[in-house]
């Protein structure tokens, strides 16, 4: 198997099907939630990309886009704790309903860190949609409104999530095998 394909061994979580059949099941949530409003979608930059662009095709209510880059893991599967702001909001979001769209709850810290920073600006509603949700991993107190799936402590990859920058391209969603040679 080549470099460029070893993902194709890694056995998938969620299929293309799947994850595009909650992803319109969220749409019709929000749709209902936010009728007669207009929200701005949040992505967190890189992971929840592949994941806005579905879901904002999912809804028909006035919708707008901005996005964040917070530090995160970097080369390996461990957080290092600390998050930190590279790129920060375009628009003002005071009185506007927002919704960060993120790939993965994991620890809670990334979340936690934005939520408290875009209350300080007092937007009119702040709510999270998060594709995946791994609860069990959870160091902060913070759930999402909208989460695609739960999952249990695995190292996901694919639909916008990397292992080292890689697999974002992946159609689907896939368990990184614990011994994948480079991990180490
Ligand atoms: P948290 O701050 O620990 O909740 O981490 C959130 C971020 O960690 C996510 O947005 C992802 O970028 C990354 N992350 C957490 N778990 C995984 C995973 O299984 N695969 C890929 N990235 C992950």
């Not at 701005?40 to 809804?59: E, M, N, Q, S």
């Not at 694919?158 to 689907?172: I, T």
């Amino acid at each position: 198997m080549s470099h460029a394909t070893i993902h194709k061994e890694f056995p998938v979580l969620f299929s293309e099907e799947q994850i595009a059949a909650r992803t319109a099941e969220i749409g019709r949530q929000i749709d209902q939630d936010y009728a007669g409003h207009a929200v701005v979608l949040v992505g967190v930059l890189k992971g929840a990309a592949i994941f806005l662009a579905d879901l904002a095709r999912c809804i028909t209510v006035e919708c707008t886009f901005d996005f964040v880059a917070v530090s995160s893991y970097g080369k390996g599967q461990r957080t290092s704790g600390a998050v930190k702001m590279i790129k920060d909001l375009d628009q003002p979001i005071e009185g506007k309903h927002i919704i960060i769209v993120e790939d993965i709850l994991d620890t809670g810290l990334t979340l936690c860190f934005l939520r408290s920073l875009f209350e300080q600006h007092k937007p009119a509603s702040l709510r999270i949609a998060a594709l995946l949700d791994k609860p069990s991993r959870r160091l902060e107190k913070i759930d999402a409104d909208y989460v695609g799936f739960h999952i249990p402590n695995h190292f996901v990859i694919g639909y916008g999530m990397d292992y080292a920058e890689r697999f974002r391209n992946v159609p689907d969603i896939r368990l990184m095998p614990p011994d994948y040679p480079e991990l180490h």
